[in-house]
C-alpha cells in the first residue's frame, strides 16, 4: 500500500469497530467486479479491488490465432467499444507489415471510431443514472444511441463486434443509401424529441445526408441532456466536491482517459500521437478544473460533441479510392520483429505490444487497457468517502471489468 493512502486510513478512521464487507462480484452495473470495503461508521477506511471475475486470457489466446482471426475476439474486452480495442492492434501489426493504409481506410476508420466513442459514452452515462437515482437518463440515452447503433451497423454490418478493421485498412466501404424504413423512422423520432420535422434537404436515403442528419440531432439533444441531468440538482449533489483527484496524483497513479483530462491534464493520443484520419480534423480536448466526479462526467459529455465535429468533418472530407491494401483475406505473414501501438478508446489510452516470429500467428500480444490503469484510482479517492459516494466515484471513473480483465 502507498503511504499515502497509509495516512490516508489513519486520519479517517474513527477508532471505533471496523466492518469489512464485499461489493459485489454480484453484477454491480458493468460486469462482475468486487470491492472490498471497509468502513468504520459510515466513513470508507479502505478499499480494495478485486477484479479478475471475468477474464478471458485474451493474450494467451492470441498466440493460436493467425492475425485476422484474432480481431473478432480482441474486440470482446469492450463490446461497446469494438474499434477503440482493435484499431492499435491493426496499427502495430502495420508498422511491422511496414504498411500504410489508404486514405479513404483513415477516414472510414475514424468516423466508426467515434461512433462507438459516442455510444460507448452513452451507455457510460445511462448508467450513471441508473447509479444516481435517475432512470429517465438511462431512457433517454439508450433510446438515442439506437441511432448511432444504425450508423455503425450501416457502414459495418454489425451493431457491436464489428470486426470491421483488418491489418491493411477496412473489411468494406460505407454504403451509399441506407434503407428507406430507417429514414422514417428516425425522421419521426426526430420529430417527437425535438418538436420539429428535419428539413427536406437534411435528410434523405444518401447516406451521407442521413448521418449528418444524425450528428445534428444529437448535437441538439445534447443541450436536452444538459439541462435534465448535468444541471439537475441529484446530479450535481451527487457529484461536486465528491473523488477529487489532483493534477498530481492523476499522473503519479497512471489514468488514462477522461479521468486525466477531468484532473486538467491536456492529453489525448488522438491529438498528442495522431493515426488514421485524426492528423487532418480539427478538435478540442475537453479538460476540467476540479478533477471531482462532475468533472469527469462533464468531460466525456463535451468528448461527445467533439466527436460529433470530428464525424461531420471526415464524412464531408473523405475522398474516394480503395479500402484496402490488396492481401489474402484470412492468412497473411508477418516478417519477424516486434512493434509498440497505441490509441485513444473510449476509456482512455490502449497500448499493445506485439512480437512477431514471422509465422502466420504473433509470438506474443500484450494489450494495456485503459480500465486496468483505473483501478489505483478507485482505491485512492474512495478513502475518507462515505459508503453512498462508492457509486458515483466508482462510476465516474468509466471503469469496465471486462476491459480491465482481459
Known amino acids: ?5 497509509k495516512k490516508k486510513i489513519e486520519v479517517y478512521d474513527t477508532g471505533g469497530p471496523r466492518l469489512t464487507f464485499s461489493y459485489g462480484p454480484q453484477h454491480p452495473g458493468t460486469g462482475h467486479f468486487r470491492m472490498i470495503v471497509t468502513v468504520s461508521g ?5 478499499l480494495e479491488p478485486d477484479p479478475g471475475f471475468v477474464h478471458r486470457g485474451e493474450e494467451k489466446m492470441a498466440e493460436y490465432k493467425t492475425w485476422i482471426t484474432n480481431i473478432p475476439h480482441l474486440e470482446r474486452p469492450a463490446i461497446l467499444d469494438a474499434a477503440g480495442m482493435v484499431i492499435p492492434y491493426c496499427l502495430t501489426v502495420e508498422k511491422l507489415i511496414d504498411v500504410e493504409i489508404p486514405e479513404r481506410a483513415k477516414y472510414l476508420r475514424t468516423i466508426v471510431a467515434e461512433l462507438d466513442r459516442i455510444a460507448s459514452h452513452l451507455y457510460w452515462f445511462s448508467l450513471y443514472g441508473i447509479f444516481l437515482g435517475h432512470s429517465t437518463m438511462f431512457l433517454w440515452c439508450v433510446n438515442d ?18 470486426a470491421y478493421y483488418v491489418p491493411g485498412g477496412v473489411r468494406n466501404d460505407a454504403p451509399k443509401h441506407v434503407p428507406k424504413n430507417l429514414v422514417k423512422e428516425f425522421k419521426l423520432y426526430y420529430s417527437r424529441m425535438l418538436g420539429r420535422e428535419p428539413r ?17 440531432f444529437m448535437d441538439l439533444r445534447l443541450d436536452h441532456y444538459y439541462q435534465m441531468f448535468f444541471n439537475s440538482e441529484i446530479f450535481i449533489e451527487r457529484t461536486k466536491n465528491i473523488g477529487v483527484l489532483k493534477r498530481e496524483d492523476a499522473i503519479r497513479l497512471g489514468v488514462p482517459g477522461t479521468t486525466l483530462r477531468a484532473s486538467g491534464v491536456k492529453y489525448d493520443t488522438r491529438v498528442n500521437d495522431p493515426y488514421d484520419a ?39 472530407q ?33 497500448l499493445y505490444y506485439i512480437v512477431s516470429d514471422g509465422t502466420d500467428k504473433p509470438y506474443r500480444l500484450r494489450m494495456i487497457t485503459p480500465s486496468f490503469r483505473l483501478l489505483p484510482a478507485l482505491k485512492h479517492l474512495t478513502i475518507g468517502s462515505r459508503i453512498a459516494d462508492i457509486p458515483p466515484i466508482y462510476w465516474s471513473l468509466n471503469y469496465w471489468p471486462v476491459e480491465a480483465d482481459r
Open 1 to 5: 500500500m502507498v503511504l499515502e493512502e
Open 318 to 350: 473523405i475522398p474516394d479510392g480503395p479500402i484496402k491494401l490488396k492481401q489474402h483475406p484470412i492468412v497473411i505473414r508477418v516478417p519477424k520483429g516486434e512493434a509498440i501501438a497505441r490509441a485513444e478508446a473510449a476509456r482512455g489510452e490502449i
Open 278 to 316: 485524426y492528423p487532418y480534423l480539427k478538435f478540442n480536448i475537453p479538460v476540467g478544473t476540479r478533477g471531482d466526479c462532475y468533472d469527469r462526467a462533464m468531460v466525456g459529455f463535451q468528448e461527445i460533441r467533439e466527436s460529433l465535429k470530428i464525424i461531420q468533418q471526415a464524412v464531408e
Open 42 to 46: 459510515d466513513t470508507v477506511v479502505d
Open 145 to 162: 444511441r439506437e441511432y448511432i447503433l444504425d450508423l455503425s451497423q450501416s457502414i459495418t454490418g454489425q451493431r457491436f463486434t464489428h
Open 200 to 216: 427536406e434537404d437534411e435528410l434523405s436515403e444518401d447516406f451521407k445526408k442521413y448521418i449528418l442528419a444524425v450528428v445534428d
